[in-house]
């Protein structure tokens, strides 16, 4: 089967983190996409997040070590990786994605939800997301990741420990 490389960003402020409603699959999810030649995870879901929100992204850093030499560097690790079942839509086979799924935080931009990919975008609060019908607005995924970062079930530097 046919696999993808995506990335995707939660990124969260005051205790919410934003989501968007994609109009193909009509949910509620973070934004992000497709990792584009010669790019990194990291770089495509601050791409995505810019094309999709209009907000720039500072990523909320858990590497074990970080380095900075001239014959290799570091780069932005995921807070998770999710191998994905993609359905076939749109003429488009059954596929897989392999999402690295980061966590960060706004520090710039103007946001405005792009309107070519999504319906809408709205900050969540727990509260919000739990309210939410299982697999009809929200994959149970995605759920489950809001409820582990917003919920501070472990410690995350950046945001509360």
Request: hydrophobic share 35%; charged share 30%.
């Amino acid at each position: 089967m046919e696999a993808h490389f995506t990335a995707t960003a939660y990124i969260i402020k005051d205790g919410k983190t934003l989501l968007i409603n994609h109009k193909k699959l009509n949910k509620w999810l973070p934004p992000g996409g497709h990792i584009d030649p010669n790019e990194t995870p990291a770089e495509a879901a601050s791409r995505e997040v810019r094309e999709e929100t209009g907000l720039e992204i500072e990523f909320i850093r858990q590497e074990n070590v970080w380095i900075n030499r001239w014959n290799a560097k570091s780069f932005d690790r995921p807070y998770l990786c999710l191998l994905e079942e993609i359905p076939a839509h749109g003429g488009k086979p059954t596929h897989k994605h392999i999402d690295m799924i980061y966590l960060a935080t706004p520090i710039g931009g103007i946001e405005t939800a792009n309107t070519e990919e999504i319906h809408e975008m709205r900050w969540f609060s727990i509260e919000e997301i739990e309210k939410m019908e299982g697999d009809v607005e929200i994959f149970e995924e995605t759920r489950e990741t809001i409820r582990t970062i917003l919920n501070k079930q472990e410690c995350i530097p950046s945001v509360a420990c």
